[in-house]
Every structure is written in structure tokens, then in C-alpha cells.
């Protein structure tokens, strides 16, 4: 839809989405954007999910490449998520232009963004639970998964929860902690600088 992705490009540049605005630049009314792309939230909420499943598949692919497994896989496709999001401009910006909102939409269950990661590392969980590389011990998959989600919120949005400055090294070291990885299957090339393109669909 038009509407969507002239609204997801200005996300991505790092601008703020006005509804009124998007509405006049595709010639419309108001109540026909709202028809098409829901409210603002929703229309925000939409773009943010579209933007982490590129970069979470391209996180489960670069974890892929090392060979790693069970645990080990486990952290390293979180660690790898959780610095693109703190090192992705685009995403910075907007945390820092709106983080009540930001906060609103990705930490809470008035937006299905987090569920739906959730979602996503429940799947990531119950693979290597399956294919007996992994034991998530004592909890079910979608409860260490939740776990996990939150692990990554409080590192990627820590200016805002705690005050301090988002680091993907402290991130990293909290799921391997929670996760007991085996030292053998850990990558010893993983640096936590993993640069943050846009998805390969906006260049």
C-alpha cells in the first residue's frame, strides 16, 4: 500500500510521521488515511514490526553462519537484534523524538510489536528445544522467551528505563548469563559493533 510505505521511507529518514501531511502528500482526506492505515499508533506499530523482522532474519541468518547452536545461537541471534536496534539511526531518533510514545508502543501490550517478538523468540526457542541442542529448564518456551524480550528492552531503551547509555557488550553478557551457553559453541569473532542498514528492500 502507498500509504504505508511513504510512511515507513519518512520513518526510516529519520523524520517525524504526520498523519495530516501524509494524508495531503497522496491526495487524500484524513478519515481515507485512517481507513487504510488504522491511527497513528497503529500505523507506527505496523512500520516498527516491519522494520525487526528484517533485521531479526537477518540476525538468525548471521547466527547460522557461525554454526552455532542451542544456547549459543539463542544469544547470539538476541545479541546481534539487540545492537542493530541500539546502533539503526532511524530507530534512535525515534525513541529520542517521541520515547513516550516509543516506550508505549514497544514495551506494553497497547501495541502487539512486543508480542509479536515475543512470538518470534518463542519460535527461536522451541527450534533448538526441538532439535535436543537446548533446555530451556523449569520455564516453557514463550515464559524464557518473555524473559528474554524483556532482557532486551531494558538494554535497548536504557536511557530511558535506567538512565544510562544502551550498551550491546552488557546486553550480550545478561543472556549469556540467563542462558549458561556452552564456551564451545561461542563465537570468538562476534564483535558487538554490527552495522545497521536499512532493510535491503529501501535501498
Known amino acids: 500500500m502507498r500509504a504505508f510505505r511513504e510512511a515507513r521511507h519518512t520513518f526510516i529518514a529519520g523524520s517525524r510521521i504526520d498523519m495530516g501531511g501524509l494524508a495531503t502528500s497522496l491526495g487524500v482526506d484524513r478519515t481515507s488515511l485512517f ?13 516498527l514490526w516491519s522494520l525487526a523482522v528484517p533485521t531479526l532474519d537477518r540476525a538468525s541468518r548471521a547466527a547460522d553462519d557461525t554454526g ?32 513516550a510514545r516509543a516506550l508505549r508502543l514497544l514495551t506494553t501490550t497497547e501495541s502487539d510489536v512486543q508480542s509479536r517478538f515475543v512470538g518470534r523468540v518463542t519460535t527461536l526457542i522451541e527450534h533448538e528445544q526441538s532439535s535436543g541442542t537446548f533446555d530451556p529448564g523449569p520455564l516453557s518456551a514463550e515464559e524464557l522467551a518473555r524473559l528474554l ?14 538512565g544510562e547509555t544502551p550498551n550491546p557488550d552488557r546486553a550480550r553478557a545478561a543472556f549469556e548469563y540467563v542462558l549458561r551457553p556452552d564456551a564451545a559453541h561461542a563465537d570468538p569473532t562476534r564483535t558487538s559493533t554490527t552495522p545497521s542498514p536499512s532493510p535491503i528492500g529501501d535501498r
Open 35 to 47: 481507513r487504510w492505515v488504522g491511527n497513528r499508533d497503529r500505523l507506527l506499530s505496523e512500520i
Open 68 to 99: 552455532s547452536t542451542g544456547a549459543a545461537r539463542i544469544v547470539d541471534v538476541l545479541d546481534r537484534f539487540t545492537a542493530d536496534l541500539i546502533e539503526a539511526p532511524y530507530f534512535r531518533a525515534f525513541l529520542t523524538r517521541e520515547p
Open 149 to 162: 524480550v524483556r532482557i532486551s528492552e531494558s538494554f535497548t531503551y536504557a536511557e530511558f528505563i535506567s
